[in-house]
């Protein structure tokens, strides 16, 4: 950037011809919108919809407990649907990592056209459409879907077992939308991960155990905490899945949110109950990347005496 | 490698059954789609065309009028609508996240290092709070729902997908080539003009399909910011789905997958080759 004032000038003009239109169409369009819904979640409901443009605190107050009035009550079953949709979340980050290790380390232990053909498949459900491969799932699962026609044709049970409409239709469903999501960071770490180190452990009378506890677990860490952050984020606000799979018994938060949109009419509780569910997803973001910079202090150390 | 030995075949049958568990569920819907049984859709009683016929309006055997009359009207209206958005959507966030990726890669100025965390953050937003943001957003301005707001609001979220592949493709380049063409004379437009752009084409055009598919595919944020007669084609089958499961769904979801198969295979297969 030596050169004259003009030619500073010219780059100024430039990067002000390429930031200019964006930056107002997402200041428009993206950050009003969020200012617009951090301020509705503070303003009184409406009889009608709508709102009253007075402050209010109470629509936090009925989700954390403060709100005591007449109109508006602290009802402890939002925070049941809370704690809920981050158990379901966390049961839906366990199973597709449980899914996913063992089928990282198969993949990475192929010959290299195999392993990018194998890849590859993994890759290709996340292009065909969602509601497609959730609607797979309807027909497995429902009362006459495919697994308890199946099961009943073979002898295994009487009668159907009631399978949609529960946590667990609703964490199968959510796993086998992001398993890609699992897959891809699991897999870059696996596939670091360096094969001499685990002789290494071995013959130096480690067991089974111990190497895995040791060394393969540390060494892959942040291919698991990085897949699990990618689906818990995801899995948290889902409001697709628990409508299909969960119905009117299984509520996560995603749904009582459309809920006070589309049927309530309570927008500024709405608004409250997002605020809610994006404050707990940048926090577990702040958690995550402390976590990875006292993790990369941790193991830096070691690792560089190693190589020196 | 004969230590794991016992070990390995385990793996391998995992693998299989790994596969399976992906690819099963989807096969399933190709395969009933030819199903014959209108009272059971799980149930096979042998092979027919019926379900495609009914969702293109030919008259079918099997029809037991399970279709609205007016759906395939409503279903080619989704699919136009969807095609629209898409094509609009990623070409106008095609050109605003490749802007930003080179303002980012190859300027220098205050607030770079929040244009790129703010790239991220349509990412780590769940869905349905971008959706009822759009939503307050365009009620309260007194925008009416159309398809032009799907437009736009696809439009906040896919300017970063665009932005993170055409970044990638920047950082892979050599930035030598720029300077040498800047030596031998060339103004920073000929540069970006003749060397800059080419060179990351691959990336902007990959980000753009990109782009497409997931504008295509998107369901939540459309479900809350498309107005009446807007309905795209996964908000269509969502609703659809939520009046009862009928066989027709399958022929639409079968034609739905062969189309998204053949595309990202058709994308992933170039981009293998090019490397």
Redesign the interface.
């Known amino acids: ?1 030596i050169g004259r004032g003009t030619a500073k000038g ?2 100024a003009a ?2 002000v011809g ?2 200019g ?2 930056t107002l ?2 200041g428009i ?2 950050l ?3 200012a ?2 951090f301020t ?1 979640s503070w303003l009184e409901p409406g009889l009608y919809g709508g709102v009253v443009w007075n402050f209010y605190h109470l629509n936090y107050g009925r989700i954390f407990g403060w709100a005591n009035t007449r109109y508006e009550q602290f009802d402890p079953a939002y925070l049941q649907i809370f704690a809920r949709s981050v158990w379901l979340a966390l049961c839906t980050v366990g199973l597709s990592l449980a ?1 996913c290790y ?2 990282a ?3 990475s ?1 192929q010959p290299e056209r195999r392993k ?1 053909f ?1 890849i ?6 996340f ?7 959730l ?6 699962l ?1 009362p ?3 697994i308890n ?1 199946a099961l009943m044709a073979l002898g295994i049970i009487d009668q159907p077992l009631e399978m949609i409409f529960t946590g667990f239709a609703v964490v199968v469903g959510m796993v ?1 939308i992001f ?1 890609p999501f699992m897959f891809l960071p699991l897999y870059a770490s696996v596939e670091k991960l360096d094969m001499a180190m685990v002789e290494a452990s ?1 013959d130096l009378g480690a067991g089974r155990w111990q190497t895995f506890r040791r060394v393969i677990l540390p060494m892959t860490l942040p291919g698991i905490v990085g897949g699990s952050i990618i689906v818990f ?2 899995s ?5 899945v628990p ?2 799979l969960g119905g009117a018994k299984v509520l996560m938060i ?1 749904n009582l ?2 809920q006070q ?1 589309l049927s309530a009419r309570n ?1 500024p509780f ?2 409250a109950l ?1 605020m809610v ?2 404050a707990t ?2 926090v577990s ?1 702040l958690l995550y990347v402390r976590q990875m910079t006292r993790e990369e202090r941790v193991t830096a150390t070691p690792l560089n005496r190693q190589e020196a | 490698m004969k230590r794991y030995g016992g070990l390995s075949r385990l793996l391998s049958v995992y693998g299989f059954l790994f596969f399976a568990f992906i690819y099963a569920p989807i096969v399933l819907i190709v395969v009933f789609s030819f199903n014959a049984n209108p009272v059971n859709m799980m149930i096979w009683d042998g092979f027919t065309l019926d379900w495609y016929r009914t969702i293109f309006g030919f008259p079918a055997r099997l029809t037991e009028s399970t279709l609205y009359v007016e759906s395939t009207r409503q279903l080619y209206g989704a699919v136009r609508n969807s095609l629209l958005v898409a094509l609009v959507a990623s070409s106008v966030s095609t050109v605003f996240g490749t802007a930003i990726a080179i303002a980012v890669a190859r300027f220098r100025f205050r607030l770079k290092s929040f244009y790129r965390a703010f790239m991220f953050m349509p990412m780590i937003m769940p869905d349905i709070v971008l959706g009822i943001a759009l939503l307050i957003f365009f009620v309260s301005t007194g925008v009416k729902l159309s398809v032009y707001t799907i437009m736009i609001g696809h439009c906040t979220f896919l300017i970063s997908y665009v932005f993170i592949v055409v970044s990638a493709r920047i950082a892979d380049m050599d930035e030598k080539l720029e300077e040498a063409s800047a030596d031998l004379g060339a103004n920073s437009w000929q540069t970006f003009r003749r060397v800059t752009l080419p060179l990351i084409l691959p990336g902007v055009i990959g980000g753009g399909l990109l782009a497409f598919i997931i504008s295509m595919d998107d369901l939540v944020i459309t479900y809350f910011i498309a107005g009446v007669d807007s309905t795209t084609l996964p908000v269509f089958i969502y609703g659809m789905l939520r009046r009862g499961i009928k066989p027709e769904i399958n022929a639409i979801a079968t034609i739905m997958l062969v189309f998204s198969i053949v595309v990202a295979s058709a994308g992933l297969y170039l981009r293998a080759r090019r490397k």
């Open positions: 950037m010219r780059r430039a990067l390429l930031l239109a964006p169409f997402l369009f993206f009003g919108p969020l617009i819904m509705y899914i063992p089928a380390f198969w993949i232990r990018n194998f590859f498949l993994i890759t290709l459900p292009f065909v459409s969602l509601i497609v491969r609607f797979a799932w309807v027909l497995l429902r006459t879907g495919f026609q086998y398993i071995f984020i995801p948290l606000g889902n409001f697709i409508s299909l995603g949110i459309e949109f927008w709405g608004a997002s569910v994006m997803i940048l973001l």
